[in-house]
């Protein structure tokens, strides 16, 4: 069993940032491939990023050169640095993980996820 607790969501302005961090439980957090996604009011679970045990990385197409994605694996964290945040970015933010190890940019492919950190961005 997983447990992730999301935080560092808010409301900030557009071009703004914030930084959400994803705490996981488990002992074998290291071998998982890490992954966020968020969900915007009537629209469905969206792919934003995710990152095996060994640092290979992909992003989703909206967030490319604006979002960076990292992972300690000693704190056990998985971190979403979002920069020049736009106001179509407001969602809820959930972290999933995925204990194939493989990169994974479906919903389906995640086996546990947390409850979700609120992300507002005000234009």
């Known amino acids: 069993q997983v447990q992730l607790v999301e935080s560092g969501g808010g409301l900030v302005q557009a071009g703004g940032s914030l930084r959400l961090s994803c705490a996981a439980s488990?002992?074998?957090?290291?071998?998982?491939?890490m992954g966020w996604f968020r969900q915007a009011p009537g629209k469905e679970r969206e792919f934003v990023a995710a990152?095996?045990?060994?640092?290979?990385?992909r992003y989703g197409d909206s967030v490319k050169g604006r979002f960076t994605i990292s992972r300690d694996n000693a704190k056990k964290t998985v971190y979403l640095q979002m920069d020049s945040l736009k106001p179509d970015d407001t969602a809820v933010y959930y972290c999933?993980?995925?204990?194939?190890?493989?990169?994974?940019?479906?919903?389906?492919?995640?086996?546990?996820w947390g409850q979700g950190t609120q992300v507002t961005v005000s234009s």
């Open positions: 999933a993980v995925d204990r194939s190890a493989a990169i994974a940019t479906n919903i389906h492919e995640y086996d546990y």
């Open positions: 488990g002992r074998t957090f290291n071998d998982y491939t």
């Open positions: 990152i095996t045990w060994d640092v290979f990385i």
